[in-house]
Nanobody, 112 residues
Framework: QVHLVESGGGLVQAGGSLRLSCAAS?????MGWYRQTPGKQRELAAT???????NYADSVKGRFTISRDNAKNTVYLQMNSLKPEDTGIYYC?????????WGQGTQVTVSS
């Protein structure tokens, strides 16, 4: 049974910062963060491979930074210069060659 434990969400004012963490119970080739903002489908925020290759949504480039600690099977998302439109539920995703796992989500609310 794979577990993804997310933490770090919360309420912050526009322009502020938050750091999300996701600890996995195993190692995965790709880990990342997706988000579901009000009225929209779940979408990519950022992903990172075990080799360090990153991918970002255009909407977060320059503001969010994804990183991972392979020894701890943990992925982080540093979110700076947050905007009200970043409000939503952020989900951790871990992928192997065959399986995909999702965390339960953590709420991020950015007030204007």
């Amino acid at each position: 049974q794979v577990h993804l434990v997310e933490s770090g969400g919360g309420l912050v004012q526009a322009g502020g910062s938050l750091r999300l963490s996701c600890a996995a119970s195993g190692s995965f080739f790709s880990m990342g963060w997706y988000r579901q903002t009000p009225g929209k489908q779940r979408e990519l925020a950022a992903t990172i491979t075990s080799g360090g290759t990153t991918n970002y949504a255009d909407s977060v480039k320059g503001r969010f930074t994804i990183s991972r600690d392979n020894a701890k099977n943990t992925v982080y998302l540093q979110m700076n210069s947050l905007k009200p439109e970043d409000t939503g539920i952020y989900y951790c995703k871990a992928s192997s060659q065959i399986y995909v796992y999702w965390g339960q989500g953590t709420q991020v609310t950015v007030s204007s």
